[in-house]
């Protein structure tokens, strides 16, 4: 009887083991304690130092470039509060400029590397297809419409890696440093050190309570959600690791497009990213600002007329504020009161006001035909 209940005991322990390990790119193999390297429950969330690949990744390491100092972005004493369960991390959106890393000219991740890897595993390119809802034979171009990248903060995603031919999801913690692709709204797609698929977090996600090693400067209080850019961007602002500057990097792009931004971000590429930013204003779709849009230097100074005085008509002009329009929709003036230069060409027969004294004796009745003959000419016989 007792033997029956010690295998019966034994059988569960071994489910529940198998059930851990089931998650793919987990807390890998670094570090010491801790629990096991994955989970599948919603609540329960990984941390993942940037260089590791976890247990299940999809393909070998990708990533490349100019490693980010994991405490770069980070300013002043720890905020987290101390139980856990209070802190659900900054949400940060996808364009926002300094929220990724790089070095100019040189890509965060081998795109091409990754498309071979899972091209020469039809099971894997099979299942990251499926988990990025993508037809198979379209995973090249979805990886290479992708932005490599690196996490300028630690970051709460939802992973996807692969084992005994399944997927796998789990929550987990990306360490700062991270290199990662992300799609034109800015969230993060691929784990570039697993070729792992990335999604958003789950809402029950939350980083106070990540099991695993913790690196130095973890601060779950400091942790971002990225969520969507409002539209689709065309190209991120991300921070030049080596020259400490800002770089404007195209979407799908690896680094040969980079450039300085046309308009710098209203803060320094060193700033905090995970502490109060001021507002960003929202980039136009056309070249310059528009009129009546926010300037990151301040107010933007009245356009230089082009046009005549606003006094001098040039048709049907508008009332101007606190005085009567008269018949014609003209402002009334005071009779002679002008500041209009002299008009040029032919007279019309347009009505153009208030008639002023004349300088010379009118006219005559005489009709149209009649001609005004000189007087000595008029007295010769």
């Avoid at 502490?275 to 100074?301: A, F, I, M, R």
């Avoid at 009334?332 to 300088?359: K, L, N, Y």
Wanted: hydrophobic share 35%; glycine share 12%.
């Amino acid at each position: 009887m007792h033997s029956r209940i010690r295998l019966r005991r034994t059988a569960l322990a071994l489910l529940s083991a198998g059930f851990l390990l089931a998650a793919g790119c987990a807390r890998g193999t670094s570090g010491g304690g801790g629990p096991a390297s994955g989970t599948a429950l919603a609540g329960d969330v990984l941390l993942q130092p940037a260089a590791d690949p976890g247990t299940a990744p999809f393909t070998a390491s990708t990533a490349g470039g100019t490693a980010v100092r994991p405490d770069a972005t980070h300013s002043g004493a720890p905020r987290s509060p101390s139980a856990p369960g209070k802190a659900k991390g900054i949400t940060r959106t996808g364009a926002t400029p300094g929220l990724y890393a790089g070095t100019r000219a040189v890509p965060s991740c081998d795109v091409e590397a990754l498309i071979r890897m899972l091209d020469a595993d039809p099971a894997k390119e099979q299942a990251f297809a499926r988990t990025v809802s993508v037809p198979r034979d379209r995973v090249a171009g979805f990886l290479r419409g992708l932005t490599p990248v690196q996490l300028r903060a630690d970051t709460l995603v939802t992973g996807h890696g692969f084992r005994a031919g399944e997927v796998t999801t789990y929550q987990s913690v990306l360490q700062a440093g991270t290199a990662v692709m992300v799609d034109g709204r800015g969230l993060p797609r691929v784990r570039c050190a697993c070729g792992n698929p990335l999604d958003p977090p789950s809402g029950e996600a939350d980083a106070a309570a990540a099991a695993g090693e913790r690196w130095a400067g973890f601060d779950p209080a400091r942790t971002v959600v990225v969520a969507p850019a409002a539209r689709p961007v065309t190209e991120l602002v991300i921070v030049d690791v080596v020259h400490h500057s800002w770089l404007a990097r195209p979407v799908g792009d690896g680094g040969a497009g980079d450039r300085a931004p046309e308009v710098p971000p209203p803060y320094g590429p060193g700033t905090d990213i995970t502490g109060p930013l001021p507002d960003v204003p929202v980039p136009s779709t056309k070249p310059g600002t528009p009129t009546g849009s926010p300037s990151p230097d301040g107010p933007s100074e009245s356009p230089e007329p082009t046009g005549p005085p606003e006094d001098c008509p040039t048709g049907v002009a508008p009332e101007p504020p606190g005085e009567p329009a008269v018949a014609g929709g003209l402002p009334a003036r005071a009779p002679g009161e002008t500041h209009c230069p002299a008009p040029t060409g032919d007279p019309t027969d347009e009505p153009s006001g208030d008639p002023s004294e004349p300088d010379e004796p009118p006219m005559t009745d005489a009709p149209p035909t009649s001609v005004q003959l000189p007087r000595d000419v008029a007295d010769t016989p």
